[in-house]
């Protein structure tokens, strides 16, 4: 793989972890309501509900591993010269797999941010022993996510745009490619002339604009077509089994 890449990944990912997904036939949005529970107007009409959703959240996250997916993007990461990853996520799994530059696109659900103060930081107590929890200041904490009808962080945003922008190749990772704006990242690779290749179980809106379709559960399928753009990886593999 010659110069820039770039990857997008959502929930799918990490569905093999045991994470569920959104919108697949056992997604979040398929038993919740997103307006209920995902949205500023939620959260001050009833912040207590929100943070059980968000608790009962972390403590089914907290119970998962990053899979052998997670691991390939780490590993892409540390002999790459050029790469990014790009994710959805807020489940935090991609550092538990060793990645250490992650632009997360939506917050992540390991941290808090106070609504008085604006302070954030990490909090990975599971279950949260006071909810909804507050700050030292007072003010109530909100999970440090981002809500349908807010604005993604700016300058990860602007990261995202640019790496998405200028990179050769674009891989799209278990995501349905239907929020924006992180659906259209992929587009605008495209159009600047970078080949994708999405993974995925089912088609999205992406899949026509592909040139490499790979159909399948991200943790099996990532592997192996890491493992043959990696002749190297396949001969220190094939040694380790000699010796
Ligand atoms: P979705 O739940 O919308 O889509 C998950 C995608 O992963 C689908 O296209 C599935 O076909 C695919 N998939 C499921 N299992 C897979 C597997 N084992 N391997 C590969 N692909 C698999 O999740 P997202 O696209 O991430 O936003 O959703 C985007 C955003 O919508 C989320 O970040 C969240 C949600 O509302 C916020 O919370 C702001």
Redesign the pocket.
Known sequence: MKGPVVVL?????S??SGVP????PD???RSFR?EEL?TPEAFARDPLLVWEWYDWRRQRIAACQPNP?HRVLAEMESVLPDFTLIT???DGLHQAAGSRRVLE??GNIWRVRCTRCGQTREDRRVPLPELPPRCACGGLLRPD????GEPLPAPVLEAAWEAAARCRWMLV???????QP?ASLPIVAHRNGARLVE????D?PLTPLAEEVLR????E?LPRWWAARNPQKQVAGSRRQEA
């Open positions: 990944t959502g929930a799918g990912i569905a093999e997904t959104f919108r697949g997604g979040l949005w997103p995902a997916a959805q996520n807020v696109l939506h996510v981002v809500w349908f990772i278990g995501t349905s490619a239907l929020v992180a993974v995925n179980i089912s999205t399948g559960p991200a943790a399928i």
